[in-house]
Nanobody
Framework: QVQLVESGGRLVQAGGSLKLSCAAS????????MGWFRQAPGKEREFVAA????????YYTDSVTGRFTISRDNAKNTVALRMNSLKPEDTAVYYC??????????????????????WGQGTQVTVSS
């Protein structure tokens, strides 16, 4: 079992910055990647960013590339999402998720929510215009 707890969400003005954190606890051996997803009211949950837990390679959805940065601290079992130049359309509940795999999964797994095994409770990010 793995527990994920997100923090850092709040109200911020457009153009501002915010850093989300995700603290993981439990059995993290076998985790292959950590991801951030978001869900806006009335919309489906969408992929935001992911990071390979061992090698640190990163993946982003097009709409956040160049504005968001995902990072991890393996020793502390934490993953962060630094968000710059925030826009009102970034408003959503942001979720942290853990993907476990015994062998390297196909690259598209990083972007697919159903491939992730554990989820946090989410943290609200609201960007005002």
């Amino acid at each position: 079992q793995v527990q994920l707890v997100e923090s850092g969400g709040r109200l911020v003005q457009a153009g501002g910055s915010l850093k989300l954190s995700c603290a993981a606890s439990g059995r993290m051996d076998g985790v292959y990647a950590m991801g951030w997803f978001r869900q806006a009211p009335g919309k489906e949950r969408e992929f935001v960013a992911a990071i390979n837990w061992r090698y640190g390679s990163t993946y982003y959805t097009d709409s956040v590339t160049g504005r968001f940065t995902i990072s991890r601290d393996n020793a502390k079992n934490t993953v962060a999402l630094r968000m710059n130049s925030l826009k009102p359309e970034d408003t959503a509940v942001y979720y942290c998720a853990a993907l476990f795999a015994k062998i390297p999964p196909p690259p598209d797994y990083y972007r697919t929510s159903r491939r992730y095994d554990y989820w946090g409770q989410g943290t609200q990010v609201t960007v005002s215009s």
